[in-house]
């Protein structure tokens, strides 16, 4: 009855119950990305509600994890768990309980229960040789959360990237059923670049990166060329150098970029050409104005991903 597991590397476990239903299980916590309590306990929950939508699914149901200082306020706490609630009642689900300990350092998350028909489950490995990619998202988290800790971000660009990390991918997943996309991710930790190899690597195909066409959120370009470059963009350039080449145009910057840790991204759908036109178009419609056409898969080459 297990339908996804980790073998892929995929968002998500899928458990099939019936054939009519299968449950959708994930977790993921972090520490704050922010320093208002509300705004990250909303980050956290829409974080950790995204692989439910990258699998195509629905929320039904999510627990708090949660780590705290004994020596912080316990309104911080509750901020905390306020903004996560809100964020799951959104969704459409419900939290129904949890459990806290005791840490150095504030961390918050959700195991997060979703459901789909079996036979519609999105996964990462499905993409085919003449798929576009799609991006819902602009990216730079990363990049802004770091200039952020150097007060060198304007609030404008601030507010945007936590407006971004709090927004909700259902209605991405909505639009993936309603045209039957297959093959998607959603963009988190392991950059642009890092989800786009485990897509290639899990559907046996390559993939293509236009590095002009990536949406990115304000002042991103410019914070890069200033050195606000976050430690994980360094740890994603490991893990991805030796499966990724980069074309000799792209300049240091966009490498960056497509490197960029992200919280809270959105998603990278695998769409027939055919099609690209009207997803995008719903996406917009749907409340996601950036997104667009970033790359293509083709035929298994050397190398999983190359960007250009």
């Known amino acids: 009855n297990i339908l996804v597991d980790i073998e892929t590397h995929d968002d998500a476990g899928v458990f099939k119950i019936r054939d ?3 449950l959708i299980q994930t977790t993921d916590f972090f520490p704050p990305v922010c320093s208002e309590a509300y705004d990250y306990g909303q980050i956290a929950a829409a974080n950790a509600l995204s692989d439910v939508y990258a699998m195509g699914g629905q929320v039904l149901s999510a627990l708090n994890i949660m780590l705290f200082p004994a020596d912080l306020p316990m309104m911080i706490l509750k901020e905390i768990l306020r903004g996560g609630q809100d964020k799951v009642q959104e969704s459409g689900g419900f939290i129904l309980g949890g459990h806290t300990i005791t840490n150095e350092i504030p961390t918050y998350g959700l195991a997060v229960t979703g459901w789909i028909h079996p036979d519609k489950v999105v996964t990462n490995d499905q993409a085919e040789a003449g798929d ?25 660009a601030y507010e945007a990237a936590k ?15 309603r045209f039957g996309i297959k093959a998607a991710t959603d963009v988190t930790g392991f950059g642009l670049l890092g989800h786009a190899m485990k897509m290639a690597d899990g559907s046996g195909v390559s993939i293509r990166i236009n590095s002009n066409a990536i949406p990115t959120l304000p002042s991103v370009m ?3 060329e200033m050195g606000c470059i976050p430690g994980a963009a360094f740890r994603n350039q490991e893990f991805t150098e030796a499966h990724c080449e980069f074309e000799d145009a792209v300049d240091y910057n966009h490498k960056m970029l497509v490197l960029d840790a992200q919280t809270s991204g959105g998603l990278l759908m695998a769409v027939k050409p055919k099609d690209a036109d009207a997803v995008i178009e719903q996406l917009k419609k749907s409340g996601y104005p950036h997104s667009t056409i970033v790359g293509e898969a083709t035929s298994r080459l050397n190398n999983s991903v190359y960007i250009y």
């Open 163 to 177: 407006d971004n990390m709090k927004h909700l991918n259902n209605k991405g997943a909505e639009v993936m059923n």
């Open 20 to 22: 009519d239903f299968a």
């Open 222 to 224: 410019d914070l890069i």
């Open 132 to 156: 576009v990619l799609i991006l819902t998202k602009p990216i730079g988290t990363g990049i802004i959360i770091s200039a952020k800790k150097n007060d060198l971000v304007s609030k404008e």
